[in-house]
T-cell receptor
Framework: EAEVAQSPRYKITEKSQAVAFWCDPI?????LYWYRQILGQGPELLVQ????????DSQLPKDRFSAERLKGVDSTLKIQPAELGDSAMYLC????????????FGPGTRLLVL | AQSVTQLGSHVSVSEGALVLLRCNYS??????LFWYVQYPNQGLQLLLK??????LVKGINGFEAEFKKSETSFHLTKPSAHMSDAAEYFC???????????FGTGTRLTIIP
């Protein structure tokens, strides 16, 4: 069964450093989402891509976060510089297209900022 | 704007007992409703979804949920709890034309042997 891949699974960094997370969606899925899940809370959408285009990044802190999906396949989420409050689980999800209501989630990257 | 409220951040049930996890939604348009399960340090797995077809939805692992428009609810149930059901459960809402998921704060289910 096809799955969403994410790496790394765990990342520890110091504040002010740069970090990057990678996501490879299920093959053929045009829509890709990045969520942030703070401990004890539900996931919150950071950015949504349709192919290589950003559809929604209204909740992305653009002063320090960036996301790209250059070829419309895999995606990278970057934080620079990292802050203590960025400690969270970062989840990637994909769906066949934006009209498909079901999203398939990867295992996530747990980030700890010291 | 759409939102979901999950009543009870922690629920404990005995093994073999009924599981009931509550979710109420708010939406100005007909909603799509979802239940996801998350095991420790893992991503979210879809349990079941309602997308305006049958109001009683059956999912994986013996779970089901009923959409009640009059009560704006979508509660998750399972007749007999198993130890493997211990996890965090999230209710989420979206709607046709805006597939962005809005999640509740989650309910941690503990199973007592």
């Amino acid at each position: 069964e096809a799955e969403v891949a994410q790496s790394p699974r765990y990342k520890i960094t110091e504040k002010s450093q740069a970090v990057a997370f990678w996501c490879d969606p299920i093959s053929g899925h045009a829509t890709l989402y990045w969520y942030r899940q703070i401990l004890g809370q539900g996931p919150e959408l950071l950015v949504q891509f349709q192919d290589e285009s950003v559809v929604d990044d209204s909740q992305l802190p653009k002063d320090r976060f960036s996301a790209e999906r250059l070829k419309g396949v895999d995606s990278t989420l970057k934080i620079q510089p990292a802050e203590l409050g960025d400690s969270a689980m970062y989840l990637c999800a994909s769906s066949p297209d934006r009209r498909q209501e079901t999203q398939y989630f990867g295992p996530g990257t747990r980030l700890l900022v010291l | 704007a759409q939102s979901v409220t999950q009543l009870g951040s922690h629920v404990s049930v005995s093994e073999g007992a009924l599981v009931l996890l509550r979710c109420n939604y708010s939406s100005s348009v007909p909603p799509y409703l979802f239940w996801y399960v998350q095991y420790p340090n893992q991503g979210l797995q879809l349990l079941l979804k309602y997308t305006s077809a049958a109001t009683l939805v059956k999912g994986i692992n013996g779970f089901e949920a009923e959409f009640k428009k009059s009560e704006t609810s979508f509660h998750l149930t399972k007749p007999s709890a198993h130890m493997s059901d211990a996890a965090e459960y999230f209710c989420a809402v979206s709607y046709f034309g805006n597939e962005k998921l809005t999640f509740g704060t989650g309910t941690r289910l503990t199973i007592i042997p």
